[in-house]
């Protein structure tokens, strides 16, 4: 359970944590646990020795170690030779978690024939080794969930199941009593302490952390827009988070796009923004609106402290941080406010699906102020498959607020390619004005699109929210 528990982990960061990845993820260990347990009955019957046992547990030591050195290589190389993410999540479960998998699944069947002295006692032989396997597969979902990951880390953790299984297997030798026990073992020790040595050495060079939500790295880039040095925070290998060295400056243009809350809700005093990451916009926010209260709400506390360490974030009276899920934070309904940024759509891949539905929309609806507004950043396009989600969405917003407007951000004019836009949702009964004396935001209003392709799609709701079907059809 550890092992596919970790999976996730180790798959998220390049192929996102939709439900393809799950799917993908459990019925490939699934299958391939099946196929153990079918070749280690067979196995056992024929040649059933504790030698035999210690060499499925090594091989399976071996693959998993195998696995600890090519995944990232592997799966930062797999979309160039796989479209589509339900292809590429199958491949790669199928390449670096079926092999060890299989193996494990042989250990289950053998252990048992080897543990039968007699057949009045088998059930009870057998009821006893499947409620330790239980037991142990409970204690380590647990551990894995709960600590090993923010604990350890990924590469850490597979190293450590690996050498727990060489060490095992070298047990299992000297209990068949060989003496001279095969250097197999010994090698695999060799190569996977290279590897912990070679992964803890080049992790000085910046930060790559694994938090009970996430992987982040946090390292110093140029920005191709500008030239400027820049520090970035990404999540799940998605860019989340930028901050200019030398400037106040947003990065990102979503970000900048936030600026539009001053033209549908002037001179607003309260904000409520639904992810933090490196609290780019909260700080901004800060600097900007001398009167306004900002409440944010990030579900991962360890990034809260990257954003203090990297990005100096800074205690502020007028900013308070919710560390818990943004829905469950609108569910309790708690405060009210003028403008709320929805900012937790990190990417196509990792998009929370309870926050884009009916309720959820609801549930922002009642937290404003009348003649608030809410914005949205959404990736899509608005036109063709690519645009199924955003579709969706404005289906679901214009059940609950008067106005809802989509406003292209980083390419107006292609409204065919993928890109970031903005859905601003009005409180009010007032159809607002797209005029602005200041520059930037009166650009950005010139990116309203009227016209498009309505799609007939549902209304995404607690009970039917397909989010991760219809982003799909945005990733290439």
Not at 120 to 145: C, D, E, R
């Amino acid at each position: 359970m550890i092992f596919e528990i970790v999976g996730s982990r180790v798959l998220g960061p390049y192929l996102g944590t939709s439900i393809f990845i799950w799917t993908s993820l459990i019925g490939i260990i699934l299958g391939s646990l099946s196929l153990g347990y079918w070749i280690g009955g067979r196995l056992a019957d024929k040649r059933p020795s504790f030698s035999m046992l210690a060499w499925i547990i090594l091989a399976s030591a071996l693959m998993i170690g195998f696995t600890t050195l090519v995944k990232e290589f592997f799966l930062f190389n797999l979309p160039k030779v796989i479209e589509g993410l339900k292809w590429q999540s199958v491949v790669a479960s199928i390449f670096l978690f079926a092999p060890a998998s299989v193996l494990l699944g042989m250990v289950s069947p053998y252990a048992v024939r080897l543990k039968i002295k007699a057949l009045q006692t088998s059930g009870t032989t057998v009821g006893n080794l499947y409620a330790i396997s239980t037991m142990g597969s409970i204690a380590g979902t647990f551990a894995a969930g709960f600590y090993l990951i923010p604990a350890l880390g990924t590469t850490n953790i597979l190293l450590t199941i690996t050498l727990l299984l060489a060490i095992l297997s070298i047990i299992l030798f000297i209990t068949e009593k060989r003496t001279s026990i095969s250097t197999f073992p010994f090698v695999l020790l060799a190569i996977t302490g290279y590897n912990l040595y070679t992964f803890n050495t080049s992790a000085k060079a910046y930060v790559d952390q694994d938090t009970q939500y996430n992987r982040v790295w946090v390292y110093d880039a140029t920005d191709q827009e500008t030239g400027k040095s820049i520090k970035f925070m990404r999540i799940n290998n998605e860019s989340s988070s930028a901050m200019f060295f030398d400037s106040d400056e947003l990065v990102f243009p979503y970000t900048r796009a936030y600026r539009l809350a001053e033209h549908f809700t002037p001179e607003f005093k309260s904000i409520l923004i639904l992810g933090g990451a490196g609290y780019s916009f909260p700080k901004y926010c800060l600097q900007r609106y001398s009167e306004a209260r900002v409440d944010v709400v990030e579900i991962d506390p360890e990034l809260t402290e990257l954003a203090r360490e990297y990005f100096n974030l800074k205690d502020d009276p007028r900013l308070i941080i919710y560390h818990e899920d943004a829905r469950t934070f609108l569910n309790r309904g708690e405060g009210k406010y003028d403008v709320i940024i929805g900012d937790a759509y990190k990417s196509l891949y990792t998009i929370p699906w309870h926050l884009t539905t009916v309720e959820s929309a609801i549930k922002a609806y009642d937290m404003l102020n009348d003649g608030g507004c809410m914005l949205q950043n959404v990736i899509a396009s608005i036109r063709g498959d690519a645009s199924a989600f955003l579709q969706a969405e404005l289906a679901t917003y214009r059940t609950v607020f008067p106005y809802v407007f989509v406003i292209a951000v980083t390419n107006p004019n292609d409204l065919s390619g993928v890109q970031s836009i903005m859905m601003v949702a009005v409180k009010s009964d007032q159809v607002p004005s797209f005029e602005n004396p200041d520059r930037e935001l009166a650009i950005l209003l010139k990116g309203e699109v009227t016209e498009y392709v309505a799609r007939d799609l549902p209304v995404l709701t607690d009970e039917f929210a397909p989010v991760d079907y219809y982003t799909n059809k945005a990733i290439k």
